[in-house]
């Protein structure tokens, strides 16, 4: 039985500790707040600032784990790869973590050491090296954080009037001290897509079919199994993902993010850890969920296959209200349903647009993908959360 300790007890870590308690793996839920939702399940529950060097060396120190496993960016990761050095296993790697919370670092190796297609890009320092850096890509153009996530920070240049509101935004929602954000050409994407793809210890690296999402406020609304696209792009996309993760060494699921336009792939970024938008795999679209499929690749189990059984979808349901006691009206609708599922992450508060829970919903493989995903669309924005 191993240790497990999971930094980020959010829904993706709560789904992850379920995987692992299935197994009979031991797991301490770590997150900045109490009784977040993987602390509800987990066998030790710890609060702490993961930006907190000190506080997370001593965590480490106290449980001996087996495997640290990230389910957030904003950790300390430099402390990685002393972890790394002291012989403990990092998922998937103290490269990986701590190359992708910085978009410099992974754009850089993404576009300049290993060649894959990206927007064009520059970075930019202060306003005036941002109006640079616009002049040099050119309009329309998109702003963000290099340490930021969900879209915080981020925003994008339609005319000269917007570089200032630009740079003072990008500070606003930039994480920790770095005031340097990327700006990229606008990419105008026919769609986008997650692929998940997942390393092995031993074993070849696996794909799952690749998911649709739409983003909205920088957070997806929903996200689909299988998106529908052109063989030979998904090919090109799935060589992109294993150049990029083999890069970044280690084993685990990695949401490896891409938009598809007239000119092709562009690789955009990827999360060495499973991905919210693929949370749709919670409706059984496949053999393994990807919080499976992470749990395995993190153990060394070998997976010999991904297989899709059904076609699938899932909505957000985003709370719109502050509340201490949240209360969920219209899941008996969901309930009703056929072909349909739902999760209840909670969370022990609500602020506007926090995620509170998902609807999913399933077809069999000759189903419509469109309108499975309305439907949970549909039925996610039937659910009122209310202040008890
Ligand atoms: N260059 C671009 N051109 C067009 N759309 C973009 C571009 N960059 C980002 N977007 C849109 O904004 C979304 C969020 O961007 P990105 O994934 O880079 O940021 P993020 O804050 O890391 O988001 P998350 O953490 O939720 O994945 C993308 O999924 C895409 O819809
Ligand atoms: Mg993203």
């Known amino acids: 039985m191993a240790t497990i300790l999971l930094l980020g007890s959010g829904e993706l870590g709560k789904e992850f500790t379920i995987a692992a308690k299935r197994i009979g793996q031991t797991v301490i839920a770590v997150d900045s707040y109490p009784n977040a939702p993987a602390a509800q399940l987990a066998d030790f529950a710890e609060t702490i600032n993961m930006l907190d060097g000190n506080a997370l060396d001593a965590l480490v120190e106290k449980y001996k784990p087996d495997y640290i496993v990230p389910e957030i960016e ?8 002393e972890y790394e050095k002291q012989g403990y296993t990092v998922i998937p790697s103290a490269k990986a973590a701590n190359f992708t919370m910085n978009r410099k670092a992974i754009r850089d190796l993404a576009a300049k050491e290993l060649g894959l297609k990206t927007a064009d890009y520059r970075y930019a320092t202060s306003v005036e090296s941002l109006s640079r850096a616009v002049s040099e890509i050119g309009m329309p153009c998109v702003v963000k954080p290099l340490m930021s996530s969900s879209g915080k920070g981020q925003s994008t240049i339609k005319s000269e009037a917007d570089i200032e509101k630009a740079w003072v935004y990008s500070q606003e929602g930039s994480r920790g001290d770095v005031s340097e954000v990327i700006v990229e050409t606008f990419v105008d994407f026919n769609y986008e897509i997650t692929l998940l793809t997942v390393t092995q210890r031993s074993g070849i690296t696996l794909f ?66 499973p991905h919210d938008t693929g949370m749709v795999t919670l409706a059984n679209t496949q053999n393994f969920n990807e919080f499976e499929l992470h749990l395995r690749a993190v153990l060394g189990f070998p997976i010999s296959e991904i297989t899709q059984e059904r076609i699938g979808a899932s909505a957000v349901i985003l709370a719109t209200e502050n509340s201490e006691k949240p209360i969920y009206e219209g899941i008996e609708k969901i309930a009703a349903s056929p072909k349909t599922d739902f999760r209840i992450f909670g969370k022990p508060t609500s602020r506007p647009f926090r995620r509170m829970g998902l609807v999913l919903t399933y077809d069999n493989l000759e189903g419509n993908i469109v309108e499975v995903t309305e439907k949970a669309k549909t039925l996610a924005s039937d659910v009122k959360i209310i202040s008890g």
């Open 208 to 273: 799952c079919p690749p998911i649709g999402h739409r983003q909205e406020r920088g957070d997806y609304m929903e996200s689909w199994q299988p998106a529908t696209m052109e063989n030979s792009i998904l090919k090109e996309a799935q060589q992109m993902a294993a150049k990029v993760t083999e890069a970044l060494t280690g084993c685990g699921v990695w949401g490896v993010e891409f938009f598809v336009g007239e000119n092709g792939v562009y690789f955009s970024e990827l999360s060495p850890r």
């Open 74 to 81: 904003a950790i300390r990761t430099e402390r990685f790869y």
